[in-house]
């Protein structure tokens, strides 16, 4: 339970941003199973958009630009989370599009941050400790964004096509900007060049910038001969060095499975690994993805890492 107001630790904050079925959700809701809701709470702020689906229709703007959300309620929830305050959220129902009923919200010892924009504005990016961007290749994304909103959503896919051209100017001008503040942009995607049988997982490209202080993985590569994962120098988008982790997803499981037990090994957790990593979605028959297990790992490292920091 929350401790009384002023007396609470404050906890580690973690944010994932990124397009519309960019693979947020799938991500967080791994990172939740880890370690539990009783150490975890995780938010949408994709619920606090000002209109519902049936008012947006009438609007000059789709939910991705900022005057269709509560930006700055969300900025005031921010920071009351990173101080260790409860919140009252709204809630906007994906399935229906409508806005229901707001919910009281607890942070945990750990606070995961995930939606369209969460590293929108200085004062949202100032309430984290680790950034991430989820960047797929656009086609890629689009796929996954067919497959979830017809499935989920009630749409057909040619009015998920259209809404994805009308809300491409606004995902240049307003998500995609956001990459630039993430201590760490992960893309999930095909390697090039490789003709892998079907069914065979995306890789992983995991750029590691050194705005945050990173594990030192020279072991773990050493472990797994460089076959399942490797490090090398990369340019970003600006043109800075960046280190460029992969983790490649052609690799037989007995050869991920190298490379998840010497990370989890260095995160000093007391239980095995967890099941849960790597899984593409909820259900008995789940899909499971090394690449995705292993960009879990590392995303537990950094935040058990500043947890452990906080308490020193």
Known sequence: MLRAR??????????????????KTTLTRGLVQCLGEDR??????????????????DKPFTALHPDC??????????????MGEPILKPVYDHS??????????EPRDFVIIEGLLPLHTRMARACFDITVYLDPPEPLRHQWKIQRDCAKRGYTPDQVRAELDRREPESAAFIRPQRRWADVVVKFAEVIGRDDPPNTPLSAELLLRPTIDH????????????????LKLHRDTDGRPVDALHVHGYVSPEESEIVKKAIWERLDVASGIPRSLGRIADGADDTVSDPLAITQLLLLYHMLDA???RAA
């Not at 959300?69 to 990173?82: K, R, W």
């Not at 594990?215 to 490797?230: K, Q, Y």
């Open 6 to 23: 002023g007396t609470s630790r404050r906890p580690v904050m973690l944010a994932i941003a990124g397009d519309s079925a960019a693979g």
């Open 215 to 230: 594990p030192e993985l020279s072991g773990v590569l050493d472990d797994a001969e460089h076959r399942a994962m490797h």
């Open 40 to 57: 975890m709470t995780a938010v949408c702020v994709d619920d606090y958009h000002r209109y519902d689906r049936t008012e947006r229709k």
């Open 69 to 82: 959300n509560y930006v700055e309620i969300m900025e005031q929830h921010l920071q009351l989370l990173a």
């Open 307 to 309: 947890d452990r920091r």
């Open 96 to 105: 229906t599009g409508e806005l229901v009923r707001p919910e009281l919200v």
